[in-house]
């Protein structure tokens, strides 16, 4: 392991997640987090813009040490939100607020890069600007990068590059990424069919739209693979069945939802193109009448691959070959970094948080998964996350 020197001893950005830790905030209400984030930034030094997209704060560092050019530019983001979850962990520095936790790991993501900036602004040891991105509200649906994005962030902050890390059940020292997509997009949708209600015991006297709810809802468990090439990964879930209220009551209306997750924009399009085909035919057939509503909450998380190559090459320098997995196969959760990456190039990647042997004691009873209660950010990280920061903007700037 090849980690920055400066930190050889990360106690004080332990103790500083930790705090963060104990004080979740929701999306767009990180006001403690945020605080604490531009107070440090404007300590170290670093040219300091809150009020991004509301909660979101942006540091600036220019620097020329002589080793480059100094014309380049690099963005990279942390998350400042947590999650509306009850805390299961009784260890110390659990959360001081019911119902508010930080079940993702954004503490430490906003640790991880607050220590890179710490080293960075210290030693001088780079050409070049680097933006330190702290995103508000990325959980959620919120999209807090697209209102970063909305709020002007790459005209007032020009980045050539953006970058993000998200901890993920893979080894501690590890690193996962890919040269194309490795999350996917998050999509919810809900079909309501209006029929004619009616007393159950007489439904000639009405249209059922029950029945013709269940007839979609089966035809749509084999609409991926009638619509999306076999050699690519896609999925819809049927989640959500709403018929009548009462047991005896044929309803003028009821409703079939769900979530659709692609790797791929044409996976979706051909997706919602069959979802209100199969609609509006099977509601037809029913003599109802079908009304889609189809929301495309995040794009997928598709890396670029020129970046992802460099990317992976500073893994490499900080954690060796071994550790860095550049082929992970994606998961189907998703992550509103993907709207930087559509318009800047980038890599997001997975950073190894290990598989929970480093909760204390007192932790809850499940496992430590991000969105469990469970949950706890692996402090043992800190360094090597920070060093991959610290080590791509200097390797990125330094570029011709
Ligand atoms: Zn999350
Ligand atoms: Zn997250």
Request: net charge negative; proline share 5%.
């Amino acid at each position: 392991m090849n980690i920055v020197d400066s930190f050889a001893d990360v106690s004080r950005f332990v103790a500083l997640r930790r705090d963060i830790h104990q004080h979740p905030e929701l999306g767009f209400e990180e006001h403690r987090t945020s605080k604490i984030v531009a107070d440090l930034l404007r300590e170290w030094g670093i040219e300091v813009h809150t009020g991004v997209a509301g909660t979101g704060v942006v540091g600036v560092l220019h620097c020329r040490s002589g080793n480059g050019g100094g014309a380049r530019s690099i963005g990279l983001r942390a998350d400042l939100d947590a999650l509306p979850l009850q805390e299961e962990n009784r260890f110390p520095h659990r959360s001081q607020h019911d119902g508010r936790m930080h079940a993702c790991g954004h503490d430490g993501h906003t640790t991880m890069l607050l220590a890179a900036a710490w080293h960075l602004a210290r030693a001088r040891d780079f050409s070049g600007t680097v933006n330190f991105i702290f995103q508000p509200a990325e959980e959620m649906g919120k999209a807090g990068a697209l209102k970063m994005i909305e709020d002007g962030l790459f005209e007032r902050f020009p980045c050539d590059a953006v970058f993000a890390l998200h901890n993920f059940a893979v080894p501690i020292g590890g690193f996962a990424l890919n040269h194309g997509a490795l999350m996917a997009s998050s999509n919810t949708w809900r079909v309501t069919i209006t029929g004619s209600g009616t007393h159950a015991s007489m439904p000639h006297t009405g249209i059922d739209p029950v029945g013709a709810t269940i007839d979609l809802a089966q035809q749509l468990q084999s609409l991926v693979p009638r619509v999306v090439n076999s050699t690519e990964r896609a999925l819809l879930a049927v989640t959500q069945l709403q018929g009548s209220d009462a047991p005896n009551v044929i309803p003028d209306k009821a409703s079939v939802g769900g979530t659709v997750r692609t790797f791929s924009v044409d996976a979706l399009d051909r997706i919602e193109a069959g979802l209100r085909r199969l609609a509006a035919g099977i509601a037809q057939a029913h003599g109802c009448e079908a009304e889609v509503f189809f929301r495309r909450a995040s794009p997928p998380v598709v890396n670029h691959e020129a970046e992802a190559r460099f990317a992976a090459n500073v893994m490499r320098e900080v954690v060796g070959d071994a550790q860095v997995d550049e082929n992970h196969p994606g998961v189907l959760g998703a992550e509103d970094f993907a709207h930087m990456l559509r318009v800047k190039p980038g890599c997001y990647a997975f950073i190894g948080n290990g598989e929970g042997g480093h909760r204390l004691p007192d932790h809850g009873p499940g496992p430590c998964i991000i969105h469990n209660t469970s949950f706890d950010f692996n402090d043992e990280i800190i360094p090597v996350g920070a060093s991959y920061f610290v080590r791509l903007a200097q390797r990125w700037l330094a570029q011709a």
